[in-house]
């Protein structure tokens, strides 16, 4: 049997859900449900996962229409939905952290890598030169880096970015 409501546009199906008709609910899932889930799987991997953001996506669909205005397309409400749970389900679902013991490093030395002496790199200023050192050597974090060159925790990221380009413009012209 169709659903009476298939023909109608998304914002007079809203106004009949937010009425209370569930009929329209039907007719809205059924044109969202797979993009919904599409856009879930592109970017959770846990099967399980998905589903339970996909049920609380539609849940706090129902729980919130009343919210819903007109003056912007239902798709864009509903993505907007579907960000905020996704968002909420990769903070509850943290990714556990393993130890990485030295047994389970197989480390072969590539004839291609080559390794850059950041203290023989001339183009570098000294502190884009300690910021780099500081940030993929020590694995400091900006607040760190900040603190350690006496300067902004937003200058401390402009000097790592200044120092990468710098070094990827010279590598990528073959100035080794």
Not at 64 to 87: F, G, M, N, V
Not at 154 to 164: I, P, Y
Request: overall charge positive; hydrophobic content about 35%.
């Amino acid at each position: 049997m169709a659903n009476p409501f298939s023909h109608l546009e998304d914002d007079k199906l809203m106004e009949l859900y937010k009425k209370g008709e569930n009929m329209a609910f039907e007719v809205i899932y059924s044109r969202y449900r797979d993009r919904v889930y599409s856009y879930l799987y592109k970017r959770l991997t846990a099967p399980a996962l998905i589903e339970d953001t996909f049920q609380s996506i539609f849940t706090k669909f129902h729980k919130s229409r009343h919210l819903y205005s007109a003056q912007y397309p239902l798709i864009k409400w509903i993505y907007t939905i579907c960000r905020s749970e996704l968002l909420d389900a990769v903070k509850k679902n943290k990714v556990s952290l393993v130890e990485l013991k030295e047994e389970h490093i197989i480390s072969t030395p590539k004839e291609d890598e080559k390794s850059i002496n950041l203290d023989s790199e001339k183009l570098l200023s000294v502190k884009e030169r300690e910021a780099l050192k500081l940030r993929y050597f020590s694995d400091e974090d900006f607040a760190a880096i900040s603190k350690k060159l006496n300067t902004s925790e937003t200058n401390s990221r402009k000097l790592v970015s200044r120092g990468l380009k710098k070094l990827r413009i010279k590598f990528s012209r073959g100035n080794k």
